[in-house]
């Protein structure tokens, strides 16, 4: 399978490494903003063709699917662009910037029928998947989610400290993690509320913000998200249930009391967005429709467009 990553940055890496563990997988094009370091990554990892431009990319012989890893504000739109020139393609999380472009999105699939996956890691994620398991073999039930999303990002800045062209949003991209997580894990959102802090005068963004959720099961979450907290940086997970409490940290999981819970046989991988990938490969493979794809993962933007217009009133 020949597939070509957009976005050369910190997330992009993140695939690239992933995708070396997959069997019969190659990348043959990588897309980047600058075309300097693209070529840079793309010598790093072996990869023959780097552009600057993803309608390049699109026209390699013999590519099958895209993987998107560009900045929130084009993912919509080069999504469709690669479902309209025939190609599977994986969009990293947000799936769009608003409720509108989230609906194009799912309608371009529909009409081309191609696998169109969004990159909502924490399904894939070993500790959440165990959880998960554990749901649906009737052995435990969230009675509610307290979720901290916490970084230091006063500047626009990516994962490895590196400037970038494009302004994060704790609505849209954040919360998106953790409102899909929480009806994976719980059902059907019914209620969704927010408030935020006072917007960063430079950036034109909230820095802080509260989201609460009750699902249809009566499962409630508090979501605490936040660019300003100056200490341990990343998402923590807390699952308090009927039958146990879990602590997620990324692939990590522990108990409320702090014991580690083994995880490894979860599945093939302990690497979270590896088994997104092997799911993206595999659905195409299978001619199925993937875990996350862009059908199951649209209520969450149904219910980030809702707050947001609440935000906004």
Excluded at 63 to 92: F, N, R, S, W, Y
Excluded at 211 to 221: P, Y
Excluded at 241 to 263: F, H, M, N, W
Aim: glycine share 8%; hydrophobic share 40%; charged share 20%.
């Amino acid at each position: 399978m020949k597939i070509a990553l957009a976005g050369a940055g910190a997330f992009g890496e993140k695939h690239l490494d992933a995708l070396k563990q997959i069997d019969a997988v190659e990348v043959i094009s990588i897309v980047g903003r600058n075309l300097d370091p693209t070529q840079a990554v793309a010598a790093k990892y072996g990869i023959a063709h780097a552009c600057t431009d993803l309608a390049e990319a699109l026209e390699q012989p013999g590519l099958d699917a895209v993987i998107l890893a560009t900045p929130t504000q084009m993912h919509a739109a080069q999504a469709i662009q690669c479902m309209e020139a025939g190609k599977h393609v994986e969009v990293e999380i947000p799936l769009a910037d608003s409720w509108a472009d989230a609906e194009a999105v799912m309608a371009k699939q529909r009409e081309t029928g191609l696998v169109c996956m969004v990159g909502h890691t924490r399904r894939f994620n070993p500790s959440h998947q165990y959880v998960h398991d554990r749901i649906k073999a009737g052995e435990f039930n969230v009675q509610q989610m307290d979720v901290q999303t916490y970084f230091f990002r006063r500047k626009n800045i990516n994962a490895k400290g590196e400037p970038r062209s494009w302004t994060d949003h704790l609505l849209w991209h954040h919360a998106a993690h953790t409102v899909d997580l929480f009806a994976y894990q719980a059902g059907p959102i019914v209620a969704a509320q927010a408030m935020q802090g006072p917007i960063h005068p430079e950036l034109g963004i909230a820095m802080d913000m509260s989201i609460q959720l009750k699902a249809e099961s009566g499962a409630i979450c508090t979501l605490s998200l936040s660019f300003n907290n100056d200490g341990p940086l990343g998402t923590f997970f807390r699952y308090i249930g009927d039958s146990a409490t879990y602590i997620a940290r990324y692939d990590d999981l522990v108990t409320g009391k702090e014991e580690p819970i083994d995880v490894s046989g979860v599945a093939v991988s302990t690497n979270g967005i590896e088994l997104q990938d092997r799911e993206f490969v595999a659905a195409i493979r299978e001619g199925r429709e993937p875990n996350s794809s862009v059908a199951q993962v649209l209520p969450c933007y149904r219910v980030l467009g809702e707050l947001e217009r609440q935000l906004a009133g």
